[in-house]
């Protein structure tokens, strides 16, 4: 049973525009969140966190947003650029676990 | 410059042939551990290792194992590798709970 979704496989954004990549899970003792971005190729990389005592973290063009009573978590790109075009990965992690569980990703492609 | 290495980065095998994928890094980081990557299943995690001599099966162990002799390598062993473990294969390794987790560039295995 996935405990990390990630319901759209793919998402086309134009170049300028937003991306809004969402992630939903389950088991409500995820008390902290990541976001990986994975170029083909190579190895994930972490991009963002969010701890669960936060609704909202920012960095730059990219902010995580995270509603607890709905289980959910998103990740606002903007503005979309080409080179953000790559597999986003969302995870979460259990207090005081090294494991986090990865969701099974979304393709995301900005056009230019 | 602190890194995961994964060796090799391509590997064709046949059934049966014991393989192992190396894994090492630089950072002096305690805990590291290994994922597959497969189409529609996002990233799994095959097993991990908390510290030296300290290894634990993760979600998907089944027909691998590992060995932590030492804090910076982190080897792979198919002892019969079969067709259902062709698969993109990475490795990555965290200071400790609650830090983020870097990974490896990845290694293509195809077995025939």
């Known amino acids: 049973d996935q405990q990390v979704k990630q319901n759209s496989p793919s998402l086309s954004v134009q170049e300028g525009r937003i991306s809004i990549l969402n992630c939903d899970y389950t088991n409500s003792m995820f008390d902290y969140f990541l976001w990986y971005k994975k170029y083909p190729a190579e190895g994930p990389t972490f991009l963002i966190s969010?701890?669960?005592?936060?609704d909202k973290n920012e960095d730059g063009r990219f902010t995580v947003f995270l509603n607890k009573s709905a289980k959910h978590l998103s990740l606002h790109i903007v503005p979309s650029q080409p080179g953000d075009s790559a597999v986003y990965f969302c995870?979460?992690?259990?207090?005081?676990?090294?494991?986090?569980?990865f969701g099974r990703g979304t393709s995301l492609i900005v056009h230019p | 410059e602190a890194q995961v290495t994964q060796n090799p980065r391509y590997l064709i095998t046949v059934t049966g042939k014991k393989l192992t994928v190396t894994c090492s890094q630089n950072m002096n980081h305690e805990y590291m551990s290994w994922y597959r990557q497969d189409p529609g299943l996002g990233l799994r995690q095959i097993y991990y290792?908390?510290?030296?001599?300290?290894?634990d099966k993760g979600d998907v162990p089944e027909g691998y194992k590992v060995s932590r002799k030492e804090k910076r390598n982190f080897p792979l062993i198919l002892e019969s590798p079969s067709p259902n473990q062709t698969s993109l294969y990475f490795c990555?390794?965290?200071?400790?709970?609650?830090?983020?987790?870097?990974f490896g560039p990845g290694t293509r295995l195809l077995v025939l």
């Open positions: 290792s908390m510290n030296v001599e300290v290894t």
């Open positions: 990555a390794s965290t200071m400790t709970v609650g830090e983020t987790q870097y």
């Open positions: 969010i701890s669960s005592i936060k």
């Open positions: 995870a979460a992690r259990e207090e005081g676990s090294y494991i986090p569980t």
